[in-house]
């Protein structure tokens, strides 16, 4: 659907067309985005979810993760900011498809639930020897912000902060679950603290080595 979508929107449909083409193009990718949440959280449950370890670069995994969402942010008129400390080490060894999962779904929030302001994601060192580092991601935003209540269970399944959530902005419920298994995965922890109407500042550590 996506591929024939995308072979149509270049055949010079007229404006009537395009629109049509394009709210197929975007249900489409959604549910793309839902069904490979779903097989995600199958392969966590059935236990066999594995990392694949190699080589990347921090600054161009955070560059690709830009591009990604700064269109999104720009039609909210959203500042989007990426900071990387000067200690942070750019060639890692790691699993950088997941890394990057876990990133961009944790901005992809925080970008959907913030309507003015910025979103900001910072990287810094925890701890660090010759062979490994500890990094901690910090996503910032100023967004509607959640309760207590939610922030205790927002990393389990099917959870979102109440039912006009899910009507309001989508999803399943399923992405923040994924992040916490995978941040496990790679011998790190995830956190959050929020206040309602206020933003949310998420974080979470990995343990990656040194490339």
Not at 82 to 108: A, E, K, Y
Not at 109 to 128: M, W
Request: proline share 3%.
């Amino acid at each position: 659907i996506i591929g024939m979508t995308y072979l149509a929107m270049r055949g010079n449909p007229d404006a009537e067309q395009m629109r049509f083409l394009r709210s197929i193009d975007g249900a489409a990718k959604n549910l793309l985005g839902i069904i490979n949440d779903i097989l995600d959280f199958s392969k966590i449950e059935a236990d066999k979810m594995e990392l694949v370890p190699s080589t990347f670069r921090l600054s161009g995994l955070l560059w690709s993760v830009y591009e990604l969402l700064h269109v999104k942010a720009g039609e909210k008129d959203l500042a989007l900011e990426f900071s990387m400390d000067d200690s942070v080490p750019d060639i890692l060894v790691g699993d950088p498809l997941r890394l990057s999962q876990i990133v961009i779904n944790i901005c992809s929030n925080s970008v959907k639930f913030t309507d003015a302001g910025s979103v900001r994601i910072t990287v810094e060192v925890r701890e660090q020897t010759p062979e490994t580092v500890l990094l901690e991601f910090v996503i910032a935003d100023t967004g509607i912000g959640m309760d207590a209540d939610a922030q205790k269970n927002i990393f389990e399944s099917f959870s979102q902060a109440d039912g006009s959530i899910t009507r309001r902005f989508g999803g399943t419920g399923l992405g923040l679950a994924i992040c916490n298994a995978l941040v496990k995965l790679m011998g790190g922890e995830i956190g959050v603290e929020s206040t309602p109407g206020q933003g949310s500042r998420l974080h979470f550590t990995v343990l990656l080595g040194i490339g």
